[in-house]
């Protein structure tokens, strides 16, 4: 994507207004300038003090501003083109084209409600008020009103607030505490190494009865943390704590981790998934499974093969690990993902393949002993054993 990329930042530079590195001036200071003559000839005009050659020097104004606009147009021009170049010379196949998917009215509806909770999650609300009124759809206000909170709370949290954080997890509290959450705890650790870091020898006392007050309690939960929170008071200033075994306890991302857990907890308890469903759509789709599928699907028709199973991929699709929901094993033979009627075997040599790719393997067929196609080791079919993921 190098020479995509470089044509786009080149072009947004071209369009900046006044910005630009062009060689002539950018579109909008040759219309300023054109604009302020006009105003001065009108001046001159209606205080009756034009010359002769008023006139004349404002055509010449006029010629060379709009030969300024001209070359400035022709290099946004060629930016454009060589960016559609770079563009087809990086991507060389086409986007797969199928038919309309959303053609119901109940379809349309769940599509844009879709749009307007990603909206309402993103925090665009003004947007998605606007995208309310001409899609005609309707949001509940309540729904409404509990992203604006959630939103309320992130901005505190990215402001080193976390009162109004730990006011939602006090009325949560039972909630949180039946999915086994260590947002509180993390919310408390937070405040007290900020407090800790700013404190002096005099004050140091009140930090360390905020810690027994409020993260004593989770001692049984988090022994080994809370003996490294009180013992990391020893090595006090916040220089020499830098330095120490405790140093990762000043890191920013311990604050920095609670936006996203904090986001995981609140849409839990509305009964919404940890990330966003549109955004992951396009992540996966647009981070390369469409173009394996299409590819997929290319050579099967190449080949006069169709897919066995309606719910079968037979390719392995790469997954960034927050897309990965469940385990999943793949045989390394047949390319195909495991299931109930084909599970995965382990041999005694420690290698794992899918039922159906070991009795493939197996001489005879089914019942006989089985190579290794990874190792020279050789078992009997009968000593393969079933992994569970």
């Excluded at 960034?320 to 469940?326: F, K, L, Q, V």
């Excluded at 005879?364 to 078992?379: D, H, I, L, Q, T």
Aim: include cysteine.
């Amino acid at each position: 994507m190098d020479g995509p990329l470089k044509e786009l930042v080149k072009l947004e530079k071209l369009t900046d207004n006044g910005s630009g590195k062009g060689k002539s001036a950018s579109i909008g200071t040759s219309l300023d300038s054109l604009l302020q003559s006009l105003r001065d000839v009108k001046d001159r005009l209606e205080a009756g003090t034009e010359t002769g050659d008023t006139f004349s020097q404002l055509s010449k104004t006029v010629e060379t501003r709009k030969k300024e606009v001209d070359e400035r147009q022709k290099e946004i021009y060629n930016s454009l083109s060589r960016f559609g170049k770079a563009l087809d010379k990086t991507f060389t196949s086409s986007l797969p084209s199928y038919s309309p998917l959303f053609t119901s009215e109940s379809s349309k509806t769940e599509l844009e409600r879709a749009v307007a909770i990603h909206l309402l999650r993103s925090g665009q609300f003004d947007t998605t008020n606007t995208f309310l009124e001409e899609s005609e759809l309707e949001i509940s206000q309540d729904l409404k009103s509990c992203f604006i909170d959630m939103h309320r709370i992130l901005t505190a949290l990215r402001g080193y607030d976390m009162i109004p954080a730990l006011e939602w997890v006090m009325r949560n509290r039972p909630f949180l505490k039946s999915r086994s959450s260590p947002l509180e705890f993390y919310l408390h650790r937070s405040r007290y190494i900020r407090m800790l870091l700013s404190s002096t020898p005099a004050n140091q006392v009140s930090v360390i009865s905020y810690a027994n007050a409020m993260l004593r309690p989770f001692h049984n939960e988090q022994p080994v943390e809370f003996r490294r929170l009180m013992a990391c008071i020893a090595y006090l200033p916040e220089a020499k704590l830098r330095t120490s075994p405790y140093a990762d306890l000043t890191s920013p991302a311990l604050h920095e981790d609670l936006e996203p857990l904090f986001v995981k907890e609140y849409c839990a308890s509305l009964g919404m998934s940890r990330q966003d469903p549109l955004r992951v759509v396009g992540d996966i789709g647009g981070g390369g499974a469409l173009a394996r599928i299409e590819k997929g699907r290319k050579v099967m028709r190449e080949r006069k093969s169709e897919w066995s199973q309606t719910d079968e991929l037979p390719i392995e699709i790469p997954l960034p690990p927050e897309n990965r929901y469940h385990s999943i094993f793949a045989c390394p033979v047949s390319k195909e993902q495991s299931t109930e009627r084909n599970p995965p075997m382990m041999m005694p040599c420690g290698h794992v393949l899918n039922k159906d790719s070991l009795h493939k393997l197996s001489k005879p067929p089914g019942v006989g002993r089985v190579k290794c196609p990874y190792c020279p080791a050789e078992s009997s079919l009968s000593s393969a054993l079933r992994v569970y993921f």
